[in-house]
């Protein structure tokens, strides 16, 4: 009986030790996340309109080495998301509903980003709009995809940065964390740009929401033209996960400076990924028949959970342009940006067209110009090889 309540004693002594072990780390836990979450909200800003300064691809030159525009000359402008070089074929992301939230090894996003400039050398277009490109990051290895890509350039570029992704550290997703990101959208331009500015666009602002999304913006390059106008360079990265009314919030604050510049006789391209369901907005919807309803786009019925963040246009945006006589161009003969749920399987695959062009009615498009560079276009190069995304590319005059 003796033996009994001593080793009840004894028991008793070792529980409340491990209890309170537990406990103890518990608190040691809790202080560490306090820590953590008061350090990152601490550290949350907006980078706001800033003027940007622009760099150039090759060392050597300046803005004096860059061409001149000519009123009479015909351009080509590509788009290009390029998935802060993760997406290679087998990547899939964490936020529509695969695995992963950064690259699985700095190899695959060399050969991503090398793969990239490959692409811009062999298009050799006058102008490029650039998203998702890493100076430095977790999820890209660490990889300066900006250094990186000018360095391999064979022409001269005037290069303008914006920030649009800036954290010290994210934990989540907690089985693959972001980790530290430094982030934004590059444009490339062989003429000389007068100035550079980065305007920022409406984002979540509720705690913690908005310490896990981009800082959402648009730069803008001017260039002058012979006969007194501007060329704008618009480079555009709109927002994807939201229920809040962000992305219609985003689009009217585009609206006030597309009408401002409208009003002032000057010239507009604006590139990029817009997050938003174009086909089914311009050419089809989803009741159209096969002949205009591509085999690769869901119908409505067939859409998932994880799919449903691909939405049309607000029609409110879209009478806008009309209003104004702007016009959206996007690609007709492939899909710009793949579902990354899976890995790609050419024949399975969703995807959708979210990548492409608004103009002014100052600017004519070359007909049947805008186009997804493929394998048919570009030799050895194939659907969404370097990211989750297809370059488009468009020709266009100045009228």
Same mark, same amino acid.
């Given at each position: ?5 001593? @080793? ?19 608190? $040691?836990?809790?202080? $560490? ?36 525009? %000519?009123?009479?000359? @015909? ?13 290679? &074929? %087998? ?29 811009? #050398?062999? *298009? ?7 998203? &998702? ?10 990889? %300066? ?5 000018? =360095?391999?350039?064979?022409? #001269? ?15 989540? +997703?907690?089985? /693959? ?26 984002? %979540?602002?509720?705690? +913690? ?7 959402? !913006?648009?730069?803008?390059?001017? =260039?002058?033209?012979? #006969? ?13 996960? &939201? ?14 400076? *597309? ?30 028949? @096969? ?6 786009? +869901? ?7 994880? &799919? @449903? ?12 342009? /009309? ?7 996007? +690609?007709?003969?492939?899909?710009? !940006? ?10 399975? =695959? ?50």
């Amino acid at each position: 009986m003796e033996n009994t309540k001593k @080793e009840t004693s004894i028991g008793m002594k070792i529980f409340k030790k491990i209890l309170i072990g537990i406990l103890s780390l518990l608190v $040691v836990l809790l202080i $560490v996340v306090g820590v953590y979450v008061s350090v990152i909200t601490a550290k949350y800003y907006r980078v706001g309109d800033i003027e940007l300064t622009s760099t150039y691809s090759n060392e050597n030159i300046d803005s004096t080495s860059l061409l001149m525009l %000519d009123m009479n000359k @015909e351009y080509q402008v590509a788009t290009y998301n390029i998935g802060f070089g993760a997406y290679s &074929e %087998d990547f899939t992301f964490f936020m529509d509903g695969g695995k992963s939230a950064k690259a699985k090894d700095k190899d695959s996003v060399l050969f991503n980003t090398l793969g990239v400039a490959k692409v811009l #050398n062999s *298009l050799d277009v006058d102008f490029a709009f650039l998203q &998702e490109v890493d100076l430095s990051g977790t999820r890209s290895r660490y990889v %300066d995809q900006v250094k990186l890509i000018n =360095s391999k350039l064979n022409a #001269n570029y005037e290069v303008t940065y914006g920030s649009n992704f800036h954290v010290p550290y994210l934990v989540y +997703p907690f089985h /693959d964390p972001i980790g530290k990101a430094e982030s934004g959208i590059v444009t490339l331009s062989k003429y000389a740009s007068d100035s550079a500015m980065r305007y920022e666009l409406p984002v %979540d602002t509720a705690w +913690p929401s908005k310490l896990f999304d981009l800082d959402r !913006c648009y730069t803008v390059n001017r =260039s002058s033209l012979p #006969n007194g106008k501007e060329l704008l360079l618009i480079n555009v990265h709109l927002t994807a996960f &939201e229920n809040k009314g962000i992305r219609e919030k985003q689009l009217a604050n585009l609206e006030i400076f *597309l009408k401002s510049e409208n009003d002032k006789g000057n010239y507009i391209v604006m590139g990029g990924d817009f997050n938003h369901d174009l086909w089914v907005t311009f050419v089809g919807d989803y009741n159209s028949d @096969e002949k205009y309803y591509p085999s690769w786009l +869901p119908k409505k019925e067939n859409i998932t959970k994880e &799919e @449903e963040w691909v939405q049309v246009l607000n029609q409110d945006f879209v009478d806008f342009l /009309d209003s104004i006589n702007f016009s959206f161009k996007i +690609p007709l003969n492939e899909p710009t !940006c793949r579902t990354s749920q899976f890995s790609y399987n050419p024949n399975t =695959s969703r995807a959708w067209v979210i990548d492409g062009f608004i103009v002014s009615g100052n600017i004519k498009v070359i007909e049947d110009s805008v186009m997804v560079v493929d394998d048919s276009s570009l030799s050895g190069f194939r659907n969404f090889l370097y990211s989750d995304h297809n370059p488009v590319t468009m020709k266009f005059t100045f009228i």
